[in-house]
């Protein structure tokens, strides 16, 4: 039978009372908390739903490995970043997980970066259509080019525009709508070509089967490198580090297991239990579409200023595009101490 936290709470001082050993009774209710996770903190989470931010999120969930560590989500899907700051800043979450959105509202003060997921090494990508007369990039000025503006598929875009000597304010019209949205105007047509991030790459190919693929984000690492991560909200920040702490641990673990010998049943778990809509071959395409480090390597890209790097020149997009103004630098917005303390070399 599971006792109750306030019964072994009082028994467990009683018997400490009795033998004249506190520091045994913390020991002892430190242990309970541990073996039978009471002291589980309930954690408000919003993510989206693309591998590249929910991977470790569901792996961690499944294997327990965030329940061990003391955190219990409170999960909420979102279709965009925008949405989730959103609804963050408002108050209705504690935490969430995207792309590269990590790096625009916290440049705006709202929010500090904490854990790092990974690297949208060819989760965005460039499709166009050829039968409409766009076969590249030449072919792209003066057309317009759906996306959804301030993501991972916004940045991406600029980044391919610009390496391909297009000015994305003045050689193409870029069309914002939900990436739902965006890709439906590619595929009916009202649009030659569009920005996207898996798994919304899968719509299109079966829909339009005869778009071709320009080009992907990894095309333009790690000059380009986008990073996504997870932010928390500033007051819970402050307030819950040993919280914070403990997501962290979970995450490494899931993480890891993602990474390690037992990879492919992982993933092959990950696709059954939260992608069935996806084949199996597709999603371990789109896993794969993410560059993902170890936790051990993510602690030391974060200890040499590497992750920090990354992290701002997303932002530097974000300053010009959406003319922030007086920008918090990532070497402030993200604060990899919780990281550094909680994941050992």
């Keep these: 039978m599971r006792l109750k936290r306030r019964e072994f709470l009082a028994s467990g001082v009683k018997a400490g009372l009795a033998a004249g050993a506190g520091t045994t009774v913390l020991a002892a209710i430190g242990q309970h908390r541990t073996a039978l996770g009471q002291a589980r903190t309930k954690v408000r989470l919003g993510y989206l739903h693309t591998p590249a931010v929910d991977g470790q999120i569901w792996t ?5 490995s965030f329940e061990r560590h003391g955190i219990e989500f ?71 080019i759906s996306t959804t503006t301030g993501t991972t598929a916004h940045v991406f875009l600029d980044s391919a525009l610009r390496a391909n000597n297009l000015d994305p304010a003045k050689d193409v019209e870029i069309i914002n709508q939900r990436m739902a949205e965006a890709v439906t105007s590619f595929v009916s047509g009202a649009v030659p070509a569009v920005a996207l991030w898996v798994p919304f790459d899968v719509t299109v190919k079966s829909k339009v089967p005869q778009a071709k ?101 997303v932002t530097d997009f974000f300053v010009a595009a959406g003319n922030i103004q007086n920008p918090v630098p990532a070497s402030q917005y993200f604060d990899p101490k919780i990281y550094l303390e909680t994941v050992k070399a």
């Excluded at 961690?60 to 327990?64: A, L």
């Excluded at 003060?109 to 166009?128: D, P, R, S």
């Design 60 to 64: 961690g969930i499944d294997n327990g």
């Design 213 to 313: 693929k320009l080009v992907d984000a990894s095309a333009y690492y790690p000059k380009a490198a986008i990073v996504g991560g997870w932010v928390a909200r500033n007051d819970y920040f402050e307030k819950n580090r040993e919280t914070l702490a403990g997501v962290v641990r979970g995450w490494s673990e899931a993480n890891d297991l993602l990474l390690g010998p037992k990879a492919d049943a992982a993933i092959a778990a990950l696709q059954s239990k939260h992608y069935p809509q996806v084949e199996a071959p597709a999603f371990a395409e789109q896993f794969k579409a993410s560059k993902y480090f170890t936790a051990a390597e993510w602690r030391r890209m974060h200890a040499d200023g590497t992750t920090t790097r990354w992290l701002q020149q």
């Design 74 to 144: 409170d999960p909420v899907q979102f279709t965009t970043g925008l949405e989730l700051f959103q609804a963050m800043i408002g108050g209705s979450l504690d935490m969430l997980s995207t792309g590269a959105v990590v790096s625009n509202f916290p440049a705006r003060g709202q929010g500090k970066v904490f854990l790092v997921n990974n690297v949208e090494f060819a989760t965005a990508q460039l499709w166009v259509r050829e039968d409409q007369g766009v076969k590249s990039f030449a072919d792209l000025k003066g057309r317009k």
